[in-house]
Protein backbone atom coordinates (compact mmCIF):
# COMPACT_ATOMS: atom_id res chain seq x y z
CA UNK A 1 0.00 0.00 0.00
CA UNK A 2 1.43 3.21 -0.80
CA UNK A 3 2.03 5.70 1.79
CA UNK A 4 -0.65 8.34 2.72
CA UNK A 5 0.88 12.10 2.71
CA UNK A 6 0.14 13.64 5.57
CA UNK A 7 2.47 16.42 5.22
CA UNK A 8 0.08 19.20 2.90
CA UNK A 9 -3.80 18.99 2.64
CA UNK A 10 -4.43 18.40 -1.36
CA UNK A 11 -6.85 19.78 -4.10
CA UNK A 12 -8.57 17.61 -6.58
CA UNK A 13 -10.23 18.68 -9.70
CA UNK A 14 -11.89 15.31 -9.87
CA UNK A 15 -13.73 15.89 -6.86
CA UNK A 16 -16.41 18.19 -7.90
CA UNK A 17 -16.87 15.51 -10.98
CA UNK A 18 -17.50 12.77 -9.42
CA UNK A 19 -19.77 14.12 -6.96
CA UNK A 20 -21.93 14.88 -9.91
CA UNK A 21 -21.75 11.75 -11.17
CA UNK A 22 -22.66 10.18 -8.02
CA UNK A 23 -25.02 12.49 -6.37
CA UNK A 24 -28.11 11.35 -9.15
CA UNK A 25 -27.34 7.72 -8.61
CA UNK A 26 -26.75 7.82 -4.75
CA UNK A 27 -30.10 9.47 -4.54
CA UNK A 28 -31.82 7.16 -7.06
CA UNK A 29 -30.52 3.97 -5.36
CA UNK A 30 -31.33 4.81 -1.64
CA UNK A 31 -34.17 7.44 -2.09
CA UNK A 32 -32.14 9.70 -0.45
CA UNK A 33 -34.44 13.14 1.34
CA UNK A 34 -32.16 15.76 3.12
CA UNK A 35 -33.47 17.92 5.89
CA UNK A 36 -31.90 20.75 8.15
CA UNK A 37 -29.40 22.19 4.99
CA UNK A 38 -29.65 25.21 6.29
CA UNK A 39 -27.78 24.34 9.29
CA UNK A 40 -24.58 23.81 6.77
CA UNK A 41 -22.62 26.80 8.12
CA UNK A 42 -21.18 29.34 5.10
CA UNK A 43 -17.98 29.13 4.07
CA UNK A 44 -15.24 30.46 6.23
CA UNK A 45 -16.42 28.67 9.16
CA UNK A 46 -14.84 26.47 10.95
CA UNK A 47 -15.99 23.32 11.54
CA UNK A 48 -16.18 19.46 11.92
CA UNK A 49 -19.14 17.58 10.34
CA UNK A 50 -19.64 14.48 12.83
CA UNK A 51 -21.48 11.88 11.18
CA UNK A 52 -23.37 8.29 12.65
CA UNK A 53 -21.84 5.68 10.98
CA UNK A 54 -24.24 3.22 9.51
CA UNK A 55 -22.47 2.08 5.92
CA UNK A 56 -19.60 2.26 4.01
CA UNK A 57 -21.30 5.49 1.76
CA UNK A 58 -22.07 7.37 4.88
CA UNK A 59 -19.68 10.24 3.80
CA UNK A 60 -20.76 10.39 0.39
CA UNK A 61 -24.65 10.80 1.55
CA UNK A 62 -23.75 13.63 3.34
CA UNK A 63 -21.09 15.49 0.96
CA UNK A 64 -23.56 15.33 -1.97
CA UNK A 65 -25.46 18.57 -1.49
CA UNK A 66 -24.57 21.40 -3.81
CA UNK A 67 -24.29 23.75 -0.49
CA UNK A 68 -22.23 21.26 1.71
CA UNK A 69 -17.98 21.65 1.20
CA UNK A 70 -15.65 18.94 0.13
CA UNK A 71 -15.38 16.95 3.28
CA UNK A 72 -11.92 15.56 4.03
CA UNK A 73 -13.05 12.30 6.40
CA UNK A 74 -10.98 9.71 8.07
CA UNK A 75 -11.51 5.99 7.17
CA UNK A 76 -9.89 3.32 8.36
CA UNK A 77 -6.19 2.17 6.93
CA UNK A 78 -7.68 -1.15 5.95
CA UNK A 79 -9.88 0.44 3.03
CA UNK A 80 -6.04 1.97 1.41
CA UNK A 81 -4.91 -1.55 0.75
CA UNK A 82 -6.51 -2.08 -2.75
CA UNK A 83 -5.02 0.73 -5.31
CA UNK A 84 -8.36 1.34 -7.46
CA UNK A 85 -10.33 1.89 -3.87
CA UNK A 86 -7.46 4.03 -2.49
CA UNK A 87 -7.03 6.78 -5.74
CA UNK A 88 -11.14 6.89 -5.57
CA UNK A 89 -10.96 7.54 -1.65
CA UNK A 90 -8.06 10.00 -2.01
CA UNK A 91 -9.92 12.00 -4.78
CA UNK A 92 -13.17 11.96 -2.55
CA UNK A 93 -10.55 14.00 0.14
CA UNK A 94 -10.73 10.08 2.45
CA UNK A 95 -7.14 9.94 4.92
CA UNK A 96 -6.37 6.99 7.00
CA UNK A 97 -6.66 5.97 10.31
CA UNK A 98 -5.01 3.12 11.99
CA UNK A 99 -7.80 2.09 14.64
CA UNK A 100 -6.03 1.56 18.21
CA UNK A 101 -2.46 1.76 16.96
CA UNK A 102 -1.40 5.35 18.94
CA UNK A 103 -0.58 6.45 15.50
CA UNK A 104 -1.17 10.47 15.84
CA UNK A 105 -0.60 10.65 12.09
CA UNK A 106 -4.30 10.97 11.61
CA UNK A 107 -5.21 13.40 14.50
CA UNK A 108 -2.84 15.90 13.46
CA UNK A 109 -3.92 15.99 9.89
CA UNK A 110 -7.34 16.55 10.95
CA UNK A 111 -5.75 19.22 12.83
CA UNK A 112 -4.24 20.39 9.63
CA UNK A 113 -7.09 20.23 7.22
CA UNK A 114 -9.50 22.51 10.01
CA UNK A 115 -7.09 25.26 10.51
CA UNK A 116 -6.18 25.38 6.98
CA UNK A 117 -9.73 26.72 6.70
CA UNK A 118 -11.16 22.94 5.31
CA UNK A 119 -14.03 20.93 6.81
CA UNK A 120 -13.35 17.93 8.43
CA UNK A 121 -15.77 14.88 8.90
CA UNK A 122 -15.46 12.03 11.16
CA UNK A 123 -17.71 9.07 12.47
CA UNK A 124 -17.07 9.44 16.52
CA UNK A 125 -18.47 5.63 17.10
CA UNK A 126 -14.97 4.86 15.40
CA UNK A 127 -16.46 2.15 13.29
CA UNK A 128 -19.43 1.18 11.51
CA UNK A 129 -22.33 0.01 13.44
CA UNK A 130 -23.37 -3.31 11.95
CA UNK A 131 -26.45 -4.44 14.31
CA UNK A 132 -28.13 -2.68 16.95
CA UNK A 133 -30.66 -1.36 14.23
CA UNK A 134 -28.68 1.22 13.12
CA UNK A 135 -28.91 3.00 16.80
CA UNK A 136 -26.20 5.49 17.57
CA UNK A 137 -23.90 4.41 19.81
CA UNK A 138 -21.11 5.88 22.17
CA UNK A 139 -18.68 8.15 20.75
CA UNK A 140 -15.21 8.03 21.40
CA UNK A 141 -12.78 11.26 22.46
CA UNK A 142 -11.04 11.95 18.49
CA UNK A 143 -14.14 14.36 17.75
CA UNK A 144 -13.48 16.35 20.45
CA UNK A 145 -9.77 15.94 21.12
CA UNK A 146 -9.90 17.50 17.11
CA UNK A 147 -12.43 20.62 18.35
CA UNK A 148 -10.36 21.66 21.17
CA UNK A 149 -6.87 21.59 19.26
CA UNK A 150 -8.57 23.85 16.68
CA UNK A 151 -10.83 25.90 18.64
CA UNK A 152 -13.35 24.56 16.15
CA UNK A 153 -17.98 24.09 15.87
CA UNK A 154 -19.24 20.50 15.29
CA UNK A 155 -22.18 20.09 12.79
CA UNK A 156 -23.96 16.86 13.63
CA UNK A 157 -25.48 15.24 11.02
CA UNK A 158 -27.54 12.28 11.24
CA UNK A 159 -27.78 9.60 8.47
CA UNK A 160 -31.48 7.64 9.28
CA UNK A 161 -33.08 4.92 7.93
CA UNK A 162 -35.54 2.08 9.70
CA UNK A 163 -33.07 -1.25 9.64
CA UNK A 164 -29.90 -1.66 7.44
CA UNK A 165 -28.86 0.96 4.75
CA UNK A 166 -29.65 -1.11 1.56
CA UNK A 167 -30.49 -0.53 -2.37
CA UNK A 168 -34.04 0.39 -2.12
CA UNK A 169 -34.82 1.36 1.49
CA UNK A 170 -35.55 5.23 2.15
CA UNK A 171 -32.44 7.16 3.74
CA UNK A 172 -32.85 10.41 5.72
CA UNK A 173 -29.83 12.39 6.58
CA UNK A 174 -30.45 15.21 8.61
CA UNK A 175 -28.22 18.50 9.42
CA UNK A 176 -28.73 19.13 13.13
CA UNK A 177 -27.73 22.91 14.50
CA UNK A 178 -24.03 23.92 15.00
CA UNK A 179 -22.31 23.15 18.63
CA UNK A 180 -19.83 25.66 18.95
CA UNK A 181 -16.79 25.27 21.40
CA UNK A 182 -18.09 27.01 24.50
CA UNK A 183 -21.88 24.61 24.31
CA UNK A 184 -19.71 21.99 24.11
CA UNK A 185 -17.37 22.72 27.35
CA UNK A 186 -14.21 23.07 25.05
CA UNK A 187 -13.65 26.63 25.36
CA UNK A 188 -11.60 26.12 28.68
CA UNK A 189 -7.63 27.05 28.41
CA UNK A 190 -6.74 23.14 29.61
CA UNK A 191 -9.32 20.49 29.21
CA UNK A 192 -9.95 17.43 31.33
CA UNK A 193 -10.10 14.15 30.14
CA UNK A 194 -13.70 13.96 31.55
CA UNK A 195 -14.43 17.85 29.55
CA UNK A 196 -13.25 15.72 26.53
CA UNK A 197 -15.86 12.86 26.89
CA UNK A 198 -18.33 15.34 27.97
CA UNK A 199 -17.98 17.38 24.75
CA UNK A 200 -18.07 13.64 22.97
CA UNK A 201 -21.34 12.73 24.68
CA UNK A 202 -22.69 15.79 24.28
CA UNK A 203 -22.23 15.41 20.16
CA UNK A 204 -23.16 12.19 20.18
CA UNK A 205 -26.38 12.98 21.64
CA UNK A 206 -27.07 15.49 19.46
CA UNK A 207 -26.40 12.94 16.38
CA UNK A 208 -29.00 10.13 18.46
CA UNK A 209 -31.35 13.04 18.88
CA UNK A 210 -31.29 13.53 15.00
CA UNK A 211 -31.50 10.06 14.05
CA UNK A 212 -34.55 9.44 16.48
CA UNK A 213 -36.49 12.15 15.41
CA UNK A 214 -36.23 10.36 12.01
CA UNK A 215 -37.01 7.00 13.03
CA UNK A 216 -38.51 6.34 16.17
Known amino acids: MKEFDYSSVPHYK ?3 FIKAVFKPIIKWVYHIKYKGLENVPDEGTKYIVAINHTCALDPVFVAAPKNVPPLHFMAKVELFKN ?5 FMTR ?5 VKRGKGDTSAIDYGEKIINEGHVMAICPEGKRIKDKDGVPQKAKAGVAIIAKATNASVLP ?4 CKGKIKAGKHVTVSYGKLLSPEELGLDK ?19 TELWEAEVK
Not at 92 to 96: D, E, G, L, Q, S
Not at 157 to 160: E, G, K, L, Q
Not at 194 to 201: K, Q, S, W
Open 14 to 16: TYN
Open 83 to 87: PIAAW
Open 189 to 207: EECSRRDIANAAGMIMDKI
Open 157 to 160: VAIC
Open 92 to 96: MYAFP
